[in-house]
């Protein structure tokens, strides 16, 4: 079973062809948000909804999405102070929908505290069933040497290693572009995301992971100010402040389960 785990609802845009490929190859893929998407944590049905949908199209069942962090009330922006929990609750999950042999989430990257607050618990879930050599990170979006609050989409930072790179065939490209159509509720988000979204598939046409790595998470996702810092939605000080203690025991020896 491939398990992908997402900070939230239309996180899966970024790795859609990653999805579609096992699916079709006849993988079981199941999904799971660890936020529940909303400021306050409250349920958000519509959300929900736009990515059970979406899923649906390309091959997830609706009984294999789960929203741990609408259940856990998990507020969106803040999943790092909440690392204990929501890690307890994918122990538990797993112990009703079966050990994963593969992970995929978010990369150390920067971008959004949430992503890499995911990562993280990607990182322990991996460690606990000794499957780190099977998990993959896939990335969204970074800063990492552009001013202000310019970012770029789809780049795989060096320091995460080496990427692997599938091209997508071209029926897929325009197919994943349409989708970006799913998320109304995320329109806000959308309007700044979807022009890089779109340039990419057409230009590039890539799908990128790379594999991870614990020691990694003891250094910054890359030098200078992050990004979500620079857009003020969090501090790095406090993201570390929070997760110093869940790194520690992530990261303590190299085969430890957490």
Known sequence: MALFIFAHQDDECWCFYEICRLVSRGDEV????????????SLSP??????????????????????????????????????????????AFTDEAGVPSS???????????????????????????????????FPLYTGVNLPS??????ACLPENGEPIVSKMPWKDRIRFIKL?????????????????????????????????????????PHSGTLLYERRQAYSYKIFIQETCDFVYRLTRTKDNRI
């Not at 199941?30 to 944590?41: M, N, V, W």
């Open 180 to 220: 970006c159509f799913s998320y109304p509720s995320q329109i806000k988000s959308w309007i700044g995301l979807f022009p890089f979204f779109m340039m990419h598939h057409i230009f590039y046409g890539t799908q990128s992971l790379q594999h991870v790595s614990a020691d990694r998470v003891n250094f910054a």
């Open 46 to 91: 519509v959300r929900n909804a736009e990515s059970i949908a979406v899923l649906g199209g390309i091959g997830v069942p609706k009984e294999n999405i789960f929203f741990l962090g609408t259940h856990e009330k998990i507020r969106d922006g803040r999943l790092c102070e909440s690392l204990e929990v929501v890690f307890n609750s994918l122990i």
């Open 30 to 41: 199941k999904i799971i948000y660890l936020t529940s998407g909303t400021f306050d944590g």
């Open 149 to 154: 609050i310019f970012f770029r989409t789809f």
């Open 103 to 137: 992970l995929y989430f978010p990369a150390w990257e920067g971008g959004h505290q949430d992503h890499d607050a995911a990562h993280l618990v990607g990182i322990a879930l991996a460690k606990h069933f000794r499957i780190l050599d099977q998990c993959y990170q």
